[in-house]
């Protein structure tokens, strides 16, 4: 009780107000005197320290497919989505064999399934994502180097999840017209809309380092979960989106606030995004124009630089 009076009385002398004590924290309440972490000997010169969110999701561009004809059947984030093409079919515009150039209408197609990309095309844009592991509160950076010591999982923090996957069937026709000339289009097969969530798997850690830093860690992976729509597509060859994310943070120099970086690692396909406070600090672009065997089962390792958290 005696030290809590002497704590009171040498804030009151000194002009500042006590907060959030298991912070050991002050603030300047007239702003006259920088506050200080009692702490590690750490400095909040504006006696605040800062409350972040982070993410780190994987998303498909809009542009990775194309906008199809539906007649307004399709609504919601199934209008605002481009489509593309399931692996293992015949995507090309088939010929009209027999029918006579210039007849006026004559049409030939096939039917192929397609899945929705995203609703954007950027990392930062505000639309869908395939996974996305966020916070589902603000991590506060006056416990960087003891973190782990308040929170023993990472749980706390994250939670990751999967938007909407649709599949749909699309038929690609072939057109003669009057003038001699031809149309391809890609049109909706109407009532052929589903729509299904991956159940995604998450590990998460968290940990405190010996240079005084704090990590927060997550591992996550979903699949495609419309496997075998298409009678050609390989299920049993398909890979999960995967990516794995550590977001570390620091204390600068005293008085100079904090900084954050990203590591980790992620699949070639699809785009991949990690945000700190709102903004962009990571961001990767795949350079193929769908999933494949290939770039969903091969890795990038990435890692930032650090950055002034703001």
């Not at 795949?286 to 958290?309: M, Q, R």
Request: proline share 6%.
């Amino acid at each position: 009780m005696k030290t809590a009076y002497l704590a009171i009385l040498s804030a009151v002398i000194l002009g500042f107000i006590i907060v959030t004590p298991a912070q050991a924290r002050f603030v300047d309440g007239m702003n006259l005197y920088a506050g200080y972490h009692v702490m590690h000997g750490r400095t909040d010169p504006s006696g605040l320290s800062p409350d972040v969110n982070m993410s780190f999701a994987a998303y498909i561009p809009k542009s990775i497919g194309q906008p199809i004809g539906h007649g307004g059947q399709l609504t919601g984030d199934a209008a605002l989505a481009n489509w593309a093409f399931e692996p293992g079919q015949n995507t090309s515009f088939p010929n009209a064999p027999g029918i006579p150039q210039g007849s006026g209408g004559a049409t030939a197609s096939r039917t192929v399934y397609m899945f929705n990309t995203d609703t954007r095309e950027n990392a930062g844009d505000s639309g869908t994502s395939k996974l996305i592991s966020e916070t589902n509160k603000p991590v506060n950076l006056a416990l960087t180097g003891r973190l782990a010591s308040k929170h023993s999982n990472v749980a706390d923090f994250f939670d990751t999840s999967t938007g909407w996957s649709r599949q749909i069937q699309a038929r690609l026709s072939t057109t003669n017209t009057t003038m001699g000339g031809i149309n391809h289009n890609v049109t909706y097969v109407s009532n052929s809309l589903k729509r299904r969530r991956a159940k995604p798997s998450e590990f998460t850690q968290i940990w405190d380092g010996e240079d005084g830093t704090s990590s927060l860690y997550v591992k996550a992976s979903a699949g495609y979960p419309f496997l075998g729509g298409a009678p050609q597509f390989l299920t049993f060859v398909t890979p999960n989106i995967d990516y794995r994310a550590e977001f570390i943070f620091r204390c600068k120099d005293p008085g100079s606030g904090y900084q954050a970086k990203i590591r980790g690692s992620h699949n070639k396909f699809p785009a991949y995004e990690g945000i700190i406070a709102g903004k962009v600090i990571y961001s990767f672009r795949p350079t193929a124009k769908g999933p494949g065997i290939g770039n969903l089962n091969s890795s990038v390792p990435f890692e930032t630089d650090w950055f002034d958290v703001p």
